[in-house]
T-cell receptor, first 114, second 115 residues
Framework: AQSVTQLGSHVSVSEGALVLLRCNYSSSVPPYLFWYVQYPNQGLQLLLKYTTGATLVKGINGFEAEFKKSETSFHLTKPSAHMSDAAEYFCAVTRLDNDYKLSFGAGTTVTVRA | ETGVTQSPTHLIKTRGQQVTLRCSSQSGHNTVSWYQQALGQGPQFIFQYYREEENGRGNFPPRFSGLQFPNYSSELNVNALELDDSALYLC??????????????FGPGTRLTVL
């Protein structure tokens, strides 16, 4: 079985500051890892994904994440927060041999202060 | 190219009733997955349909059932509604083939309230 833990249900940052959202996973086999963003009253939009290859992955809207196998982590960062980054962010995992099921973390709500 | 659409957007039912939610997959996609997202939680996998057959199921009771049609659109049916079924129901479509990763594209969801 696989699972995801997102540390911190709420994160508040100032506009222009670093955004750091933490995600740790457990999986008995090599995982595929994802970050999704959800704006109010909308569905999920894929920010970025790690499947194989380079462990630092870049996504949309200036976000990036690094897969660290030794730490079982996939933290999401953005160097400079924008007001439009206010949303809920979900980390998710699936497995090469079970790729139909995405397992999501509980989510982190990001607020951006002017 | 049309994205994933869901209907209705909002729905209010009473306990014990039955509900049907609908999803139209993205053009060219043959796989639909359904997720339940309770308030303040991450989405939970309900089941997936691939070429009209159920292709995996999460930890949900049998009163949650589904269908996929030849045009790959899908329905989620929930019988004997309970208060805890109140949630946002998300549909995601993908171009499926077992054994390899297929990105899922999500619809906007249907907000179900059970009173």
């Amino acid at each position: 079985a696989q699972s995801v833990t997102q540390l911190g249900s709420h994160v508040s940052v100032s506009e222009g500051a670093l955004v750091l959202l933490r995600c740790n996973y457990s999986s008995s086999v090599p995982p595929y890892l994802f970050w999704y963003v959800q704006y109010p009253n909308q569905g999920l939009q894929l920010l970025l994904k790690y499947t194989t290859g380079a462990t630092l992955v870049k996504g949309i809207n200036g976000f990036e994440a690094e897969f660290k196998k030794s730490e079982t982590s996939f933290h999401l960062t953005k160097p400079s927060a924008h007001m439009s980054d206010a949303a809920e962010y979900f980390c998710a995992v699936t497995r090469l041999d079970n790729d139909y099921k995405l397992s999501f973390g509980a989510g982190t709500t990001v607020t951006v202060r002017a | 190219e049309t994205g994933v659409t869901q209907s209705p957007t909002h729905l209010i039912k009473t306990r014990g009733q039955q509900v049907t939610l609908r999803c139209s997959s993205q053009s060219g996609h043959n796989t639909v997955s359904w997720y339940q997202q309770a308030l303040g939680q991450g989405p939970q996998f309900i089941f997936q349909y691939y070429r009209e057959e159920e292709n995996g199921r999460g930890n949900f009771p049998p009163r949650f059932s589904g269908l996929q049609f030849p045009n790959y659109s899908s329905e989620l049916n929930v019988n004997a509604l309970e208060l805890d079924d109140s949630a946002l129901y998300l549909c995601a479509s993908s171009l499926g083939a077992s054994g390899r990763f297929n990105e899922q594209f999500f619809g906007p969801g249907t907000r179900l309230t059970v009173l």
